[in-house]
């Protein structure tokens, strides 16, 4: 019995033992992933970025042999990421003499290309690979390593801090730090963005370098700057860097005494010129030396300052301020008789409603829209000594001294020969008795970007009331719109422009405030882009015909006998307004002055005309320099007559 029992248990461990045997199997193992330079063991998580192009994976793996040599060795390993649904996506498959001994293992590496990181995702940015080991007809599956998707991005793209200049300097030098890029190589761009404008790329994004001087051409007023690091790889964006302030600061701050005789009195005024850059806005204060301290003037915050306490040895200066740049000191005057009066260049616009055209450029070999420069107001250039006065207008370009143009002497001046380089305008003036005086500096910087095309204007097909524009191409991308108005050339005193305008424009409502009236109108739009002007072609509107182009619409008479038609004509004579009144007989009429640079209307006469051919007489206020005035003249049925007057 015992012998039975011993021999049972024989077989029982023999069965046990084959049993076992039988239940073996080969073996995978991952020990570690590289990929991206990082090293993930353990069944640690992976980081992957999302959208990455041809990234580098070596997967260091072990193979273990479990089972008699007699069966069948391995076949190959393959590298899988679990999808949410259906067969599992293949990243590689390593063939190669796997152990093939029992009991025997071996450790491999196996480097491969993953085309595009996003085909590994699994759900909600994250996945898992593993592995499958095939021998004979059997599969063993590795541990598994979890993988988390991150959207890449490039860091350390910091650029230091804002920096200052002088206006049309160049500004010191901005560096910005080596950036990191997950993938790739990248190249730069630097940007700009203008107050209140939207950011563009300087020099159509052509600055491939990390540090950046902003050259003289940029710097007129305060502006924004930031460094764009642009992948040349997919699957990364365009990383921006931290904004800085570029601020220039205020430059031809500049006063000139000036004086004029309304025949009774001489009337003292310090004119001061526009200052240049800041914001392009400017707060002014007037101060006087009293005592050897400089002193504010009360309530005397003006561009210019006109007083009747301005008396011969007094001393003053101006102060102009401007947001986030260090206030500007004029040049002092004292008041007294030997000097120069009223030297003080502007640029000649062609409304007469701006004295000073800020941030006006011109292209390479062009002529400026407004290329025309003269005194403040006609009469202002003078000689204390009462002497002639000796005229010199200069040009001076980068590098070079100032220069005598040409034949270039008059009051005035203007720009004839094309410009190809950035240059800079002043009036020198001499005579007997007095010191020299040189005036401020009109700059006229040139725009290195390409010109704008596609500025088209056409009626509404509509409603004629409205005008409308293409979307121009070239310059800087962004563009800026002013819109001029003019009459028919008889009645002309030049073009009116709405400075701050959109694309299109309401036809009526800007004739409706035109200071004179006319039976035609011609709109044109000009497109700013980097301060250079842009002019489209020009529609003419009439409001009694209509859209017409060319010919002066005829308007037909509401009599026949041109002698029954109601007139007003218009003359001066020195200080002198002559009205003649046709056909307004019995009629009252209050008449308006309006000067054309601004201002309110004053009422100048208030006449009953007792005659069909009446001539009423009355003068200019005293405060009207030489100039061009609107009269409007209002009478008690209603009606008005508008035209214009030039006081000399």
Partial sequence: MQCKLLKLFFFAIVFLQASLMNAQSDEVRISKIEVNGHVYTNSSTITLNKGEINTLIKVTYSISKNTPSYQQTGLNVKLFAKMAAGAPYQIFVDSRLFPYIYPSGETYEYTAVIPNTSALIESNNSGKLFMVYSYGNTNATSNTFPVNFVKPAISNNIISGGVISD????????????PKIPFGSYKYYWQRKNPGGNWYNINYGTINIRDYTPPASENRYNYKLRRAVEPTNQGLET??????????????????ESITDNGTNTIRTLTGSTPVGGTNSFTYQWQELINGKWLDIPNEKDIHYASPTIAIGKIYRRIARSSGVPDSISNYIVIDELKIFGNLIVVTTFDMNKYMLEDQKVRPGGIPVFNSFSSRSVNDLRSGSRQPLSIQWQVKTEGTDWTDIPGANDASFTITTPITQTSQYRRKVSSQHTPDSESNVIYMPVSNYPPVENNKIHFDTNNVDIIRGSTPTGGTGNYDYAWAVDTHPDDSIGEFVNWDNGPEVGAGSYINAMPITSDEYH??????????????NTLIYSPEKGIIQGKKASV??????????KTVIAATNNNEIYFNFRNYNGTKADI??????????IKVMQT????????????????????IYIYKIVFNDGSAQTGKIIKK
């Fill in 556 to 565: 037909t008479l509401l009599s026949n006998k041109e002698i029954d038609k």
């Fill in 239 to 256: 990383s921006y860097s931290n904004e800085v302030d570029v601020r220039i600061n205020i430059g031809e701050n500049k006063i000139v």
């Fill in 167 to 178: 206006y049309q300097k160049d500004a010191p030098l901005i560096t910005g730090s080596e």
């Fill in 608 to 627: 009953d005309i007792k005659d069909d051919n009446a001539t009423q007489t009355c003068t200019f206020p005293v405060q009207y320099l030489p100039g």
């Fill in 592 to 601: 308006y002055l309006i000067n054309v640079s601004g201002g309110q209307p």
């Fill in 523 to 536: 709109f044109t739009r000009y497109a700013i882009s980097d301060g250079v002007w842009y002019r489209s």
